[in-house]
Every structure is written in structure tokens, then in C-alpha cells.
């Protein structure tokens, strides 16, 4: 099986970008989608702070544009799910299939011992795919709270997407849970057609921008419940009431749909054991912003005291980009800029194994 030069796993700002600036270095790079094709910004209405978009941008239009563009100048895209990879020697192994009887559900919402016990029934076959480099841009996933009912009214009055939503809640009651951005954000998307929208939020503050506070605090239909805590979801064939803990006190409330925006946690349960890994689960880079990357950073420092490849990840050849390491910005823009940076790096870093 011949290696590809750079398989990049994962879509979205960075990896998109990855795929253009590499397809440029007519790296002919393969592009693996996953689950989730376009990332995030798939599940935005509207992006208002990307560079060159005076009046915004649909979210989905925007990411396939991302796409298109890659593919013009001949990234091969492929729609589908990487199962497992193995990172210790090159050329690297890729899966993309499943044993008979799993499904990919596994790798989304099992435990991390289901994971692994799938990925290791994956590996007994041979790889799909082999690999020169790799460019990880795996991005993140909606965190769950794991209260009662949640599991159960998922898809049925349960949402992690409000954009995607919206419009099944016309003139109905509902509650958005969290307090940064994603909240403020789904908070407004749902204003557009439900009839009231309550934020739960366990602090006494936002921690949002100012200007998404502004929006949501001025809109009518908007209440907030601060210092308070979702308990449990009820209902029989969809979401009925809630319980709210506020001060340590409960209160039931009725409530059409719950709509969870409390965050996200890096993609990364295929990499386990294949690369360093932060504790919050985050790619370990040499740009990380944490004294682990600092480390990294230092010992990567050529004669002239710079960076070499600052996307690389703990194993040569397989650096990283995007949500899966950015710990701090989780901006699209910042995403882009650093599949940019992976691209390059992992040209240059090619052209100096030949």
C-alpha cells in the first residue's frame, strides 16, 4: 500500500485551511471528514467576527466554501470516520472502518473504556490507509451534564445545537444552560421563535463578551436564573418540566425543550496512547499555552534560539491544529491561522526527510 504525503484527520477552520495551503504545496493532501463534516461553525447561524465578512456569514455556507476551495486546488476529500491510528513508526497506520456489530456512536458518547476496547478490535485488522504526516484537527464536541432525563429526552427536547433547533420550538418555553458565548449565542438564535428563554447559570455573572451580555440581557423574552444548577429533565415523549436548584433550593418549572451550551471537550479519544496529551485531554503541541508547551517549545529550539515546527505534536511527523490544542482562544479565525501554520510546518518538515 503506498503512504499518502499528509493525510489531515478532521474538518473545520483549521482543518479546511490545512488542506488549501497544503494542496498548494501540491502535497496532495486526504482530508477525513469525520462524523461531523465542517466542524462547529456547521451548527452557527451566523459568524459576524471573521475577517472579510462585513455583513457575516451563515456558518454552514461559510464552511463549505472552506471546502470547495480545498478541493479546487485538489485535497481529496473523504466523508468519512478515522476508527484508529497508530503513530509508532512511519509511514503512520489509519483505519476508518468498524468491527462488525459497533457503531460510531461509540466513539461519540461511550465511556473511555468502550473506546478503547473498539479501537483495539479496529486494529486487528489491516490499516486503510498509510501516511507520511499527519495533521490532527479533530476540533471539539458539545459537553453533556449528565443529569436524569438528559440521556433519555436527547433529540427529543434535549438539544447541544440551538441553531440546528430552533424552529421545532416556535412560540414554546425553554431553557439554554451556561454562561459563556455558545450560550449567548443560542440564546438569540431561539429568541427568533420561541414565545420565553430562561438561562440557568450557576454563577452570579456572565462570562461571555460584553457585547453578547448586551444582546441577551436587552432582549424581552430573555430571564435569567443565576446561581442555579439544572437537576433533572422530565417528560414522558419529550421534555415536560425541569428542576432548578437555585441557592440550594429546588423549584420545578415547565419547560418545552433544554438546550445545553455549557461547552466542549477536544476530540481526541483515538490518540490516546498514540500522543502526549494534556489532562483536560487537548493535543500536547510546542506552542501549547501551558508550561507543558513550554517545555516542548524549549527543547525544540534550533541554533538561531527558534521554534522549529511549533505544531508538532510529542511524535515527529504529526502535529496538530485548531480546538483539539487551542485551550484558550476556541476562536474560527485563530483556527485557521494555526491549520495554516500545520500545513507549513509539516511541508517544510517533509522536505527536509527527502
Not at 490545512?18 to 465542517?38: M, N
Request: net charge neutral; hydrophobic share 40%; glycine share 10%.
Amino acid at each position: 500500500m503506498k503512504a499518502e504525503k499528509l493525510v489531515i484527520i478532521g474538518s473545520g477552520p483549521s482543518g479546511y485551511t490545512a488542506a488549501i495551503y497544503a494542496a498548494r504545496a501540491e502535497l496532495k493532501p486526504v482530508v477525513f471528514t469525520g462524523v461531523e463534516s465542517g466542524g462547529q461553525l456547521m451548527y452557527t447561524n451566523e459568524v459576524e467576527n471573521f475577517p472579510g465578512f462585513p455583513e457575516g456569514v451563515v456558518g454552514p455556507k461559510f464552511m463549505m466554501g472552506l471546502r470547495s476551495q480545498s478541493e479546487r486546488f485538489g485535497a481529496e476529500i473523504k466523508d468519512v470516520h478515522v476508527t484508529a491510528v497508530d503513530f509508532s513508526e512511519r509511514p503512520f497506520k489509519l483505519w476508518t472502518h468498524l468491527p462488525d456489530g459497533e457503531n460510531i456512536e461509540t466513539y461519540k458518547n461511550g465511556s473511555p473504556k468502550e473506546v478503547a476496547a473498539t479501537i483495539e478490535k479496529v486494529k486487528k485488522d489491516e490499516p486503510d490507509m498509510l501516511a507520511e504526516s499527519i495533521i490532527i484537527s479533530t476540533g471539539a464536541t458539545a459537553i453533556r451534564l449528565g443529569v436524569p432525563g438528559e440521556k433519555k429526552f436527547f433529540g427529543q427536547g434535549v438539544s447541544s445545537c440551538a441553531v440546528c433547533d430552533a424552529a421545532f420550538y416556535k412560540d414554546k418555553n425553554v431553557f439554554v444552560i451556561g454562561g459563556g458565548d455558545s450560550a449567548m449565542e443560542d440564546t438569540m438564535a431561539l429568541t427568533k421563535f420561541v414565545s420565553k428563554v430562561t438561562i440557568i447559570h450557576r454563577r452570579d455573572s456572565f462570562r461571555a463578551s460584553k457585547i453578547m451580555v448586551d444582546r441577551v440581557l436587552k432582549n424581552k423574552k430573555v430571564t435569567v436564573l443565576w446561581n442555579s444548577e439544572l437537576k433533572e429533565i422530565q417528560g414522558e415523549h419529550g421534555v415536560k418540566k425541569v428542576i432548578i436548584t437555585t441557592d440550594g433550593k429546588d423549584k420545578e418549572y415547565a419547560s418545552d425543550g433544554v438546550f445545553l451550551a455549557i461547552g466542549h471537550r477536544p476530540v481526541t479519544n483515538i490518540f490516546q496512547g498514540q500522543l502526549e496529551l494534556l489532562k483536560s485531554g487537548y493535543v500536547l503541541t510546542r506552542r501549547t499555552l501551558t508550561e507543558q508547551g513550554l517545555e516542548k517549545a524549549t527543547k525544540a529550539l534550533d541554533d538561531k534560539k527558534n521554534i522549529q515546527f511549533p505544531t508538532m505534536t510529542s511524535v515527529k511527523g504529526v502535529f496538530a491544529a485548531g480546538d483539539v490544542v487551542d485551550i484558550r482562544y476556541k476562536q474560527a479565525v485563530t483556527a485557521a491561522g494555526m491549520g495554516c501554520e500545520a500545513a507549513l510546518d509539516a511541508e517544510r518538515w517533509l522536505e527536509n526527510q527527502e
